[in-house]
């Protein structure tokens, strides 16, 4: 017998449950982890609130926590009991004590990692990564805008930008946030309750704008990012934190410049557990190098009873950076 936390119904926090369960057996190339750490995503608000429904209920929910081995499948060779490991994308489920996971999922853990850090920076490291690195190829000294910079993916990837030698241009909701963005490699800031999110990249750029911007706020941000794009820019949508961006009219993007538009997703980018490994090991090296730095501050780890707590503060944008839950 084992605790997690379950959805029988989509709609707010108090649908999260606190549940007794029996876990299943691994199957045959699965890897059953008793988690350490578990990852809290803004995606995770999404499956609870039914933005992207669950077919069947009641469900587990969260995909992404570190933890150790204790059981694997007949058929598994990449694990053994005892190993430290980390996973993203897997079957829903990883807000719990204990979790079953395919083994192309499962990343072993360097012991210079922590559990924490680990948990807090898989999924969105590797969003990252498959962001600047895969989707369009960030260069040095090139300036970009990345929506919610103060954010967890927002936090990795200004210090994945200063890494790579680019400027990062930030979008962020208070002088607070902004602070905390410059602090993590932001070139600059705009703080979007105060400025106009065009107008500033172009006087950030003198006139020139950017040939890419990475958007996962969505609809309330959707025509300002279009108007920050250079000639045949790219728009790359990867989240709808505001709402879903709907109703595109296709013209818009002549309209603009001849834009370029894509809405990727890690699970685009990640197939196998060859390409998995590929950008686990380029994040690892980030962060053991020290050029990537994953802290969480100490508000922000709710034991993991307190799941409806944890959505609540995310969805009140009160948090930076990454959140846990501690079974």
Avoid at 155 to 166: D, E, N, T
Wanted: charged share 20%; proline share 4%; glycine share 10%.
């Amino acid at each position: 017998m084992a605790k997690r936390i379950q959805i029988a119904r989509h709609g707010g926090p108090e649908v999260l449950q606190w549940v007794d369960f029996n876990p299943s057996e691994p199957g045959e190339y699965e890897v059953q982890v008793e988690n350490k750490a578990i990852g809290i995503n803004y995606i995770d608000t999404y499956v609870r609130s039914g933005l992207y429904p669950v077919t069947s209920l009641p469900s587990g929910i969260g995909s992404e926590a570190a933890g150790v081995v204790v059981k694997t499948g007949r058929g598994v060779t990449a694990v053994r009991p005892g190993d430290r490991v980390v996973y993203a994308q897997a079957p829903l489920g990883a807000y719990s004590e204990i979790h079953n996971v395919h083994q192309d999922k499962i990343a072993l853990l360097p012991d210079a990692i922590s559990f924490e850090q680990a948990a807090a920076s898989f999924l969105k490291g590797l969003t990252v990564h498959y962001l600047l690195r895969q989707t369009y190829e960030v260069q040095p000294d090139e300036t970009f805008l990345f929506h919610a910079a103060a954010g967890g993916v927002g936090l990795i990837a200004c210090q994945w930008a200063k890494a790579l030698g680019a400027h990062l241009i930030g979008t962020v909701g208070s002088a607070e946030k902004a602070q905390l963005a410059k602090d993590h490699g932001a070139w600059a800031t705009i703080n979007y309750q105060q400025e106009e999110i065009a107008q500033r990249v172009s006087e950030l750029t003198g006139g020139k704008k950017v040939r890419v911007v990475y958007d996962s706020v969505g609809k309330a941000t959707w025509e300002a990012s279009l108007d920050c794009l250079q000639r045949r820019g790219l728009m790359v949508s990867f989240g709808n934190a505001s709402g879903p961006v709907t109703g595109v009219d296709l013209a818009i993007l002549n309209q603009k410049g001849s834009l370029y538009l894509t809405r990727p997703s890690l699970n685009g980018y990640i197939t196998t557990r060859d390409e998995l490994q590929r950008a686990a090991n380029d994040l690892f090296s980030m962060i053991a190098s020290g050029a990537i730095k994953v802290n969480v501050e100490e508000d922000q780890r709710f034991p993991l009873q307190e799941a409806q707590r944890a959505h609540t503060t995310l969805e009140s944008r009160a948090t930076h950076g990454s959140s846990l839950l501690i079974p």
